[in-house]
């Protein structure tokens, strides 16, 4: 079942975006300036710690909303190349198997030769990062997430199936509004930033999902292939 998101656009989204982040922004702080008082009163010791944790936690999740949020404005339509979209996967692999094994999970790669797309790659590695750790988190220990490339009709997709217990209707309509999020230390910018990534390549996201898993699918249209002269095939 696809998301709403499509009709936003990425304009749209960053707009959206600039005015929900200053509220982001100001929450932690206003978390931090009160630790910081209650410090100047409290000399117990054992509070003192609990408070520095939960300040830095605070500050750790700013620095991400800000990270997350300048990922999505920088880059321009000039930084787009002709690329081979499964070389970055195969350069991500050692990293998402990092992260797997840390969490006791595994990552399988299956690739197909696809053609060359026009892609941005930093965007392109921020996209697929974003779901395979949303996918991951998803999950059990001892379970596998299933990333492949293919090629079907006329586009060339890449699919991110985990085997978690699926998405909500509930869910599933707010996928993707800045800021949702059902993590306690998400900060529901990740689909976001990949929705308006999909826009800037006129992909697609899809999304599949039940109680044996979700998949997510970004499908690159075919009429943004370049032959390899790096002409436009149609
Ligand atoms: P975050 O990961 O920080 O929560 P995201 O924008 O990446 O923010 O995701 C928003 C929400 O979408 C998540 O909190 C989660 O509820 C849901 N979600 C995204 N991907 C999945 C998935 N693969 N399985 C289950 N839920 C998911
Ligand atoms: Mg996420």
Redesign the pocket.
Known sequence: FESEFKRLSSLDLIGQMAAGISHEIRNPMATVRGFLQLLMLDNDLEKQEHYFEIMIEELDRANSIITEFLSMGNTKTSDMEIRDLNTIIFDMTPLMEVDAVTQNKMIEVQTEDVPKLLLNHNEIRQLVM?IY???L??MEEGETLLIRTYKENDSVVLAVQ?Q????SSE?MEK??TPF????DN???????VCYAIAARHSAKIEIE?GENG?T?FVKFNLGQILDESGHISE
């Open positions: 974003n750790r949303n996918g988190e998803a985990d978690g217990k699926g998405i869910v996928l993707g949702f999020t059902t993590k998400g900060t529901g910018l990740g689909l976001g999902t979700t997510f």
